[in-house]
């Protein structure tokens, strides 16, 4: 699940960087909160394992 939410946000904060050129903190605030849900994804893949 976090895989799937981290690949979303990544490519809609991808989207507004070259497609849409929004500026502001709306689109690095969607890649920090896609890497956080990255980690969070192999986090909770070692503590099952």
Do not use: K, N, Y
């Not at 502001?24 to 994804?41: D, N, R």
């Amino acid at each position: 699940m976090f895989l799937t939410i981290f690949v979303i946000l990544l490519v809609l904060w991808l989207l507004g960087l070259f497609a849409f050129h929004v500026a502001g903190g709306l689109i690095h605030l969607l890649l920090i909160i896609a890497v956080i849900s990255l980690v969070m994804h192999f986090m909770r893949s070692r503590s099952a394992a």
